[in-house]
């Protein structure tokens, strides 16, 4: 059916007594398309109505998505500088110079030197300024020159790199190195393009201690088996004793933009040719079949050790660097490694309908897969995964960004946050803290920028206000602990400053150098730190012969400007497809009733998924199998391989002597420490006695310290078998 203008306006005439308001015309063009296929000519508009399930209050919700109030814009972009300055001043004046804020009790935060292997803390935090070095080149997009130059002062004169730390070659990589380059390229352009941000007397203090940096970290190549770097070093001795044999393909592959510019700057080819290689050599090892790489490799034998391939963890930036690399360098192998991949995901780990903008299906959603089979291996997506939108943008494909999007955006209003992983089956968490991540609000900054839509504005405030009204308290920012209830753990990560709030401030920001002029000449790393181009290839690959380099023609242009009037006054996508994708994850869904659910579903759910990634686990793999644990909130768990008993009488009268098997998945644990070895368990209650041992009583309560009127509340149980059940870690929660 065409409606033609006389009968459209009869038709809103008709309408608007029912509705009592006036809708855009937009709207109502979008949903005349819609009907062209489906709708009777001789419908009425009640019908029209009931087609798509429309009411005055949806209505009115999708029609305020059309446009954009700039008093709103301005009041959101000073939202986002007051909420950095917020959490920065508080950690410049509770936390500096340790690496990260406690933003509920208002304390620094360092590594957690008496349990080394805590690695959820350890990998990042290495006793270098981490918050304030991050921070850098948000101090630059904001246009705080005098807080600049005060920071610079602060790094030059304190940052120090020869510490007794074990860190993660990645984090120590992507937050210090990048921002340190970053702020040395913009310290020494003559154009000064993000106002003055020339520090008196600089002498390359940025660029050496970059440098030094990477010196450190290149000790993790010293692999006399391949190419593949070790996970960690320490800074001080290089790479650990007691270092893990494994390292995930993100974490190894995705070196280049740092190390890349830092062999620009310096005119030594030895970081990126390392950042390369090990680049190609993951690429090298795909399945011949599939196309697919996993997410982790042993990195003596070279061999693949995990076999999920998705688009998460794990994965994620090795593919966001192919693409950013060749925008860089103009490697032509980075290109073609990342087409190949591309094809390769699409093939396999893309479901739903075959165009994302058109046709019949379920919404696309991009799942985790068996590399060698293509296989599905789990139902649950990731919180990291939002970021593959972003680098869609820049690869022109815009319809399936517009969509990968719109799932996340649709989790977000489930949830008022993003659960570190969703499962689209159980509609659930499987993990349900949040950190503060910002690849959903980058996603929606990318997006906002190549299609100008309104609707991507409305997604911004949506997060930036949830951020605000959820995880504010006395001193910053806090971790989400549960995206149900809404209770906060007292960590607030770097990246919440360098990234999480710098990308929303640049969403509402037009005025701003990166969303004019400088559009196309930065490339933003994976922890939002900018890199320029300027002029294509001014930065070039010291291991390509320039006449590779010529023919380069990336139209990252040409389509967004195709896209910015096709989606400017419309919704990105059917009014029809959203419904059909906020029932798919379930967006009515009660929270409250969510909480009974998930205690039974989500995250039994997702402990077993671990499980059945390892597969049958002998002895000597459960340290580094519990290590995984923490992902789960799961702390403070050990193992003890001793014998502490052979018979029940040699505990006394008050406990028993359990003996775990150890042919199988089977240990036991008090919640604090896993047994492999004989334990004496004590007995928790009256009438209990060996024989009959009452296993659920058994785990080990955790507690928290809680000042300012919070109780501490205990976590929740997880019977991972017989004889292993689990308490998770308590919370302090205002009761």
């Known amino acids: 059916m065409k409606l033609n203008f006389q009968s459209f306006f009869s038709f809103l005439i008709y309408l608007e007594p029912i509705l009592c308001f006036s809708l855009d015309y937009t709207l109502y063009s979008q949903l005349n398309t819609e009907l062209n296929d489906d709708i009777n000519p001789n419908n009425s508009p009640n019908s029209i109505l009931n087609y798509f399930k429309l009411t005055n209050e949806t209505l009115k919700d999708y029609d305020s998505l059309l446009y954009f109030p700039e008093k709103e814009r301005i009041r959101l972009k000073n939202l986002a500088h007051e909420m950095f300055t917020f959490g920065y001043d508080h950690y410049m004046k509770h936390a500096y110079p340790l690496d990260e804020l406690d933003p509920i009790h208002c304390r620094g935060r360092g590594p957690d030197h008496l349990r080394p292997e805590n690695i959820n803390v350890n990998d990042a935090l290495g006793d270098y300024l981490l918050t304030l070095v991050d921070s850098l080149t948000t101090l630059i997009v904001m246009g705080n020159s005098s807080e600049f130059k005060l920071a610079s002062k602060l790094v030059m004169e304190n940052l120090n790199f020869d510490k007794n730390s074990t860190v993660q070659v990645f984090e120590a990589t992507i937050r210090l190195i990048g921002s340190l380059l970053s702020s040395h390229l913009v310290t020494i352009d003559p154009n000064q393009p993000f106002g003055d941000m020339?520090?008196?007397?600089?002498?390359?203090?940025?660029?050496?201690?970059?440098?030094?940096?990477?010196?450190?970290?290149?000790?993790?190549?010293?692999?006399?088996?391949?190419?593949?770097?070790?996970?960690?070093?320490?800074?001080?001795?290089?790479?650990?004793?007691?270092?893990?044999?494994?390292?995930?393909?993100?974490?190894?592959?995705?070196?280049?933009?740092?190390?890349?510019?830092?062999?620009?700057?310096?005119?030594?080819?030895?970081?990126?040719?390392?950042?390369?290689?090990?680049?190609?050599?993951?690429?090298?090892?795909?399945?011949?079949?599939?196309?697919?790489?996993?997410?982790?490799?042993?990195?003596?034998?070279?061999?693949?050790?995990?076999?999920?391939?998705?688009?998460?963890?794990?994965?994620d930036s090795y593919l966001e660097y192919l693409l950013k690399g060749f925008v860089l360098f103009g490697n032509p192998k980075d290109l073609y490694m990342f087409n190949e991949l591309k094809k390769s995901i699409k093939k396999y780990l893309r479901h739903g309908r075959g165009e994302c903008l058109r046709g019949k299906g379920h919404h696309p959603i991009y799942i985790n897969v068996n590399m060698n089979t293509g296989s599905t291996a789990n139902n649950w997506i990731d919180s990291l995964q939002a970021f593959y939108s972003g680098v869609q943008v820049l690869d022109n494909d815009l319809d399936e960004a517009v969509c990968f999007h719109a799932l996340y955006f649709a989790i977000w209003k489930k949830f008022a946050v993003l659960p570190e992983r969703f499962n689209w089956n159980l509609k659930l968490p499987d993990i349900y803290f949040y950190p503060l991540r910002p690849e959903f609000a980058e996603a929606t900054y990318f997006l906002y920028r190549a299609t100008k839509s309104p609707f991507y504005l409305h997604a911004a405030k949506l997060i930036i206000e949830n951020l605000n009204n959820i995880t504010r308290v006395k001193c910053g920012f806090a971790t989400v602990h549960d995206v149900l209830d809404k209770s906060l753990e007292d960590r607030m990560e770097s990246?919440?400053?360098?990234?999480?709030?710098?990308?929303?401030?640049?969403?509402?920001?037009?005025?701003?150098?990166?969303?004019?002029?400088?559009?196309?000449?930065?490339?933003?790393?994976?922890e939002g730190h900018m890199l320029p181009i300027k002029?294509?290839?001014?930065?070039?690959?010291?291991?390509?012969?320039?006449?590779?380099?010529?023919?380069?023609?990336?139209?990252?242009?040409?389509?967004?400007?195709?896209?910015?009037?096709?989606?400017?006054?419309n919704l990105p996508m059917k009014i029809s497809y959203f419904d059909q994708l906020f029932e798919m994850i379930g967006l009515s869904d009660n929270l409250t009733d969510l909480l009974v659910k998930s205690q039974e579903e989500g995250f039994e759910s997702a402990i077993n998924s671990l499980i059945q990634q390892w597969g049958e686990i002998t002895p000597e793999q459960f340290q580094e199998f519990f290590d995984n644990f923490q992902q789960f909130g799961l702390h403070h768990i050990w193992h003890s391989l001793d014998e502490h008993c052979s018979s029940n009488?040699?505990?006394?009268?008050?406990?028993?002597?359990?003996?775990?098997?150890?042919?199988?998945?089977?240990?036991?644990?008090?919640?604090?420490?896993?047994?492999?070895?004989?334990?004496?368990?004590?007995?928790?209650?009256?009438?209990?006695?060996?024989?009959?041992?009452?296993?659920?009583?058994?785990?080990?309560?955790?507690?928290?310290?809680?000042?300012?009127?919070?109780?501490?509340?205990?976590?929740?149980?997880?019977?991972?078998?017989?004889?292993?059940?689990?308490?998770?870690?308590?919370?302090?929660?205002?009761?």
Not at 220 to 240: C, E, S
Request: with cysteine; proline share 4%.
């Open 649 to 735: 009488a040699e505990c006394g009268p008050d406990a028993c002597c359990l003996k775990p098997n150890l042919t199988g998945k089977r240990a036991i644990t008090d919640g604090s420490h896993i047994h492999f070895g004989s334990y004496c368990a004590k007995l928790r209650r009256n009438g209990e006695t060996c024989s009959h041992f009452d296993w659920n009583m058994h785990y080990y309560n955790f507690h928290c310290p809680c000042d300012n009127g919070l109780t501490c509340v205990p976590g929740g149980t997880v019977q991972l078998h017989p004889l292993i059940i689990i308490q998770t870690e308590a919370t302090c929660k205002a009761v």
């Open 198 to 315: 020339k520090i008196d007397n600089y002498e390359n203090e940025f660029l050496n201690l970059a440098h030094d940096l990477a010196v450190r970290l290149l000790t993790a190549f010293n692999n006399d088996y391949n190419i593949l770097p070790y996970p960690r070093v320490n800074l001080k001795i290089g790479v650990p004793l007691n270092s893990f044999n494994h390292t995930c393909t993100s974490g190894a592959g995705s070196l280049l933009l740092e190390f890349g510019t830092l062999s620009y700057l310096l005119n030594d080819t030895i970081y990126e040719k390392v950042a390369r290689l090990v680049s190609e050599t993951i690429f090298l090892k795909k399945n011949p079949t599939t196309g697919l790489v996993g997410n982790e490799l042993n990195i003596k034998t070279g061999n693949w050790q995990g076999l999920m391939s998705g688009l998460g963890a794990g994965i």
């Open 535 to 569: 002029t294509l290839y001014q930065i070039k690959s010291h291991l390509e012969p320039e006449n590779q380099q010529e023919n380069f023609n990336y139209p990252r242009e040409s389509n967004k400007n195709i896209y910015k009037h096709k989606l400017r006054y």
């Open 495 to 526: 990246f919440f400053l360098s990234e999480t709030l710098k990308y929303l401030y640049l969403t509402f920001d037009k005025e701003n150098y990166l969303n004019n002029e400088g559009e196309i000449n930065y490339v933003f790393t994976t």
